[in-house]
Structures are given as structure tokens and as C-alpha cells.
């Protein structure tokens, strides 16, 4: 199918079916700029569905670049609490405060100036520069590169590698309304080209499709391996609470409250309590009760009963309820 046409057929697609969200709103267009930079800070590692109450509370509160750049850390954390990866509440504020500065609260509209940014990487600045911008960039995201791969059936690893796929996406063609076509296309991934049963039979670009003509619409998983890595987890407990410290010893969480923990390098025989998850690694944590505190310079303790009224990452929060329960 000439590009042209997938394009044309894929926005007539989006016209039709896209879905309400608040930064997609009609809005003025220095407003919808700094719609697109919260949400796309956002969604980069979160759900469409989860993130839509955590923006429309973050814009209330702070509804403007301006109002971002200077808001205290407490109040940021506490708008973003639920979301997690808390990096990228920090970043977000920290491009705000630069933009301020160096650009005259103006958001850039190019590349090179939004790479800059913390927290901006090269998804981000090709979704900020199509979405708020219309600049012809498509942004890769998981929705698009699903529609990619099973639209021209790529499953070797080779063929599923970033650089091939942002050299693949040129089938998509551009449009003259980037806006739109970038968010049609994660749109289309999202609603019909969906990870498990696609709705091809609703989907504009199906009389094309080789996975829809081979009828094999599996996709290839990238071979890339979480990080195993192991943690002893210390806890002290006094009466109804538990200390806390101030992390500033490893780079996930950072400058929140966690346990104090410590991480071991290759273990022998460690028969971890807990698993989590956390950005690319897979945390095996073994759980120590302690008596001595006296070592802490400024524990924090936290009321068992009471969790609701500090500000901690869903780390800490689970880690306690674990506790509770076992
Ligand atoms: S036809 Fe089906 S598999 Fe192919 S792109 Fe559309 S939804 Fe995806």
C-alpha cells in the first residue's frame, strides 16, 4: 500500500475512534505544549487508563510551566505518589526550571534542544515535537511498533531491533497533520492492533497486512534480559512502627523513604522473602529484623497504622503490608 494511502486511511480511522483524553483537548496552543510535556513524562512508563487521573490532578495543581518549575519537592512528589519511577517527577520539574531559564519559558521545537533536557530521550522529543509542534515525527512507541511488526511480519531478532524498526516505520509515510497521525497510529496499536486478539476486522490497514494474511499474529519477544540483583532488606520495629531512611545510596528511588536495605553482589544460597519488579531489574529481597537503630543520623519512623500520611513510593507501602501480613 503507497504510503499516502495508509496514511489517509489510518487518520480517517482516528477521526472516528479516538478516544477523549484531557491533553488531547482543543487548547490554546502554549497550553496544549505543556500538556503534551506532562503527559508525555507520564505515559513513559505507564498506562493511558492510569495515568489520566494523576494528570488531570497534576494540571490542576499546577497549570502551568511556570507553576512547575517553582513547586517544592514535597508538593511534586505528593501530585506524582502512585505513579512511581519518581525520576521522572524530578526531571520533569528540572526541564520545567531550565526551560524557564534558558528559553524563555518556551518549550523547544527542535531535536538537539529537547535531547537536552533531563529526562527527554529520543521517544519523548519525537512525541513532544509531533504531538505539540506538528512536526513530521513518529514517535516508536510499544502500540506502533505492534502495528509495525505485524503489519510487514517481522519476527527475526534482527528485524525487531530498534534501528530496523525506526528504519521500517517509513511505511507509515508523514502527514501534513503530524499531530494527529502520531497519536493515530499509537491509537491504532492501542484499540485494534492490541497485544493479545487484534480486532483486524475493524482495522484500516488489514487488506495489507501479512500477519492478517498469514494468519500468525504472535509477536517475537526481544531477547533482553532483566537484571537479577539481590537485596537484604533491614527491619526495625518499635511498637507500632517501622524506620525508614532517606535513599540516597542506589539510583532507583532515589531521595525517597525506603527500608534501609543492602545490596549483595552474586550471593550463595539466598532464599529471598520478596520479588519486585523495578525498571530493569528483577529485585530479590531477603528480609533481616533488627534491634540496634541507634546507628541511624536521622531514621524516620513511620506509623504502621498511619501509612496514608507520609509520602512513600508503593515500594515502601508494600514492603510494610508484606510485613503486616506475615
Ligand atoms: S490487520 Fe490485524 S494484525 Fe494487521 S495491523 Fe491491523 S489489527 Fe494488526
Known sequence: MKEKIITKKILKWYDLNKRSLPWRKQLPLKKKQYYTLVSEFMLQQTQIATVIPFF???????PSLRELAKVDEKKLIKLWEGLGYYSRARNLKKTAQIISKNFEGKIP???????????????????????????????????IERVLKRYLYLKKQSEI?????????RIFGISSRSNDYAQALMELGALICKPINPVCRQCPISNKCKS????????????KKNKEKYFILKVYKKDQ???????????????LTIFPMEELSKPKNFNEN??????????????????DSCKFQSPFWINKKKLDNYML???TKKIVKYLEKN
Open 274 to 291: 520478596l520479588n519486585f519488579k523495578m525498571s530493569n531489574m528483577n529485585m530479590n529481597i531477603k528480609i533481616q529484623y533488627q534491634k
Open 313 to 315: 513510593p508503593s515500594f
Open 161 to 169: 531491533v530498534k534501528d530496523n524498526l525506526q528504519q521500517k516505520k
Open 212 to 223: 492478517l494474511q498469514k494468519k500468525d499474529f504472535d509477536l517475537t519477544k526481544n531477547i
Open 56 to 62: 488531570n490532578r497534576f494540571i490542576k495543581n499546577l
Open 109 to 143: 521545537d527542535n531535536y538537539e534542544d529537547l535531547l537536552s533536557l533531563p529526562g527527554i530521550g529520543n521517544y519523548t522529543s519525537s512525541a513532544i515535537l509531533a504531538i505539540a509542534f506538528n512536526k513530521p515525527y513518529i514517535p516508536l512507541d510499544g502500540n
Open 241 to 255: 512502627r517501622y524506620l525508614l531512611v532517606k535513599n540516597t545510596k542506589f539510583n532507583f528511588l532515589k531521595n
